[in-house]
């Protein structure tokens, strides 16, 4: 890993915020990481303790870092918007996390059905063979990858890169609220309903229908979390009969 530049003029807690910043956005100070200890980074950047502190204060402010008192600083989200949502999350109520993808998931699949290209579809038909192959390997983490990708990668269909940055920034909420059906007795975590059924009305350029599948998605998923959370408040009862398409 290559260190940072130093600051080679009067040391503004700005220039420092953004040098920082830049490390986390990059991926070279990845989420759930430790950043390094406060002398290196003094010695780095050419800074006094308390610029750099003022620094990181304003960064954990942001949702961007998370200052561990004995432990460490740790990087909690790769934007201000990741971090925002992270806070607000709290993983404490998913049927908020999808009210929200219910509107961009539906406007997403609507412009992917118009604007996707032939790349876009194939990167989701591999999504989509990964997350099958990922279920029968029982490999949680690669099959959880693969679901995010698949949604992620509609929403990059759709051309629209507010949208796209938008959906991005909801990774650790969306994929919080698929995780927990893993466990559950008969779930079908490569059931040929749903996922397919929106790609195939991606192929087939049909705005309405691509809408519909997102919608039917994430209504049956809400369906299933509020049966189940009242049915069976307990953290691994089994869930209801049926099961959310995802």
């Not at 749903?194 to 309405?208: I, K, Q, S, T, V």
């Given at each position: 890993m290559s260190s940072l530049e130093s600051v080679r003029r009067p040391a503004l807690s700005a220039e420092v915020i953004a040098r920082l910043r830049e490390r986390i956005t990059s991926g070279d100070w990845p989420v759930g990481g430790r950043i390094p200890p406060e002398p290196e980074l003094m010695t780095q950047l050419q800074v006094?303790?308390?610029?750099?502190?003022?620094?990181?204060?304003?960064?954990?402010?942001a949702g961007l870092l998370d200052v561990r008192q004995g432990d460490g600083t740790y990087v909690r989200a790769v934007s201000e918007l990741s971090g925002a949502v992270e806070r607000l999350y709290g993983g404490s109520d998913i049927g908020q996390v999808l009210e929200v993808r219910q509107a961009l998931d539906l406007q997403a699949a609507r412009l992917a059905a118009i604007r996707a290209e032939e790349s876009d579809l194939a990167a989701l038909d591999d999504a989509l063979r990964r997350r099958r192959a990922a279920w029968d390997a029982r490999d949680f983490d690669a099959w959880i990858a693969a679901d995010w990708e698949f949604h992620l990668g509609v929403a990059d269909a759709a051309h629209n890169p507010l949208l796209a940055e938008l959906y991005r920034n909801l990774s650790g909420p969306v994929r919080a609220s698929v995780a927990d059906s893993w466990t559950d007795p008969g779930y079908q975590g490569a059931a040929p309903a749903?996922?397919?059924?929106?790609?195939?009305?991606?192929?087939?350029?049909?705005?309405?229908e691509a809408a519909r599948q997102a919608d039917a998605n994430l209504t049956d998923t809400h369906d299933w979390h509020a049966v189940r959370s009242a049915n069976h408040p307990a953290p691994q009862a089994s869930r209801p009969k049926g099961e959310p398409r995802r």
């Open positions: 006094a303790r308390g610029t750099l502190r003022e620094a990181v204060r304003a960064l954990a402010h749903g996922h397919e059924d929106l790609l195939r009305a991606l192929r087939e350029r049909d705005p309405a």
